[in-house]
């Protein structure tokens, strides 16, 4: 009877080598996170949180980023959803030169 602890050991050790990416995720691997932020998915928040991000805002769509409704109310959308508010700003040949800047650059946490 003594092999059952050896191998009850041996199957919690390859349980977690063939783990679902849920639970994967669910224990903190950050294989999921985006490596860069996006104008479709990304909260106008994190951008604005993020010094690099709020410099490339600050630089591209000025206005916008001036916009203390963009500064407050705005920060739980994406510039995607924003884009109907402000469609010249936010232009789809804009976004795609916003997030050809944030392409550049990491996504923090």
Same mark, same amino acid.
């Given at each position: 009877?003594?092999?059952?602890?050896?191998? +009850?050991? !041996?199957? !919690?050790?390859?349980?977690?080598?063939?783990?679902?990416?849920?639970? !994967?995720?669910?224990?903190?691997?950050?294989?999921?996170?985006? !490596?860069?932020?996006?104008?479709? =998915?990304? @909260?106008?928040?994190?951008? %604005? =949180?993020? @010094?690099?991000?709020?410099? +490339? %805002?600050?630089? %591209?769509?000025?206005?916008?980023?001036?916009? =203390?409704?963009?500064?407050? &109310?705005?920060?739980?959308?994406?510039?995607?959803? +924003?884009?109907?508010?402000?469609?010249?700003?936010?232009? =789809?040949?804009?976004?795609?030169?916003? &997030?050809?800047?944030?392409?550049?650059?990491?996504?923090?946490?």
């Amino acid at each position: 009877m003594r092999a059952y602890p050896v191998i +009850i050991s !041996a199957l !919690a050790a390859t349980a977690t080598l063939w783990m679902p990416p849920a639970a !994967a995720s669910a224990q903190g691997t950050t294989a999921t996170q985006p !490596a860069h932020y996006s104008v479709a =998915d990304t @909260p106008v928040g994190k951008l %604005l =949180d993020d @010094p690099a991000a709020n410099e +490339i %805002l600050k630089k %591209l769509i000025p206005t916008v980023y001036a916009n =203390d409704m963009f500064q407050t &109310q705005g920060r739980t959308l994406t510039l995607k959803a +924003i884009q109907q508010y402000e469609p010249d700003a936010l232009s =789809d040949e804009n976004l795609a030169k916003i &997030q050809a800047e944030l392409d550049k650059i990491p996504a923090k946490g």
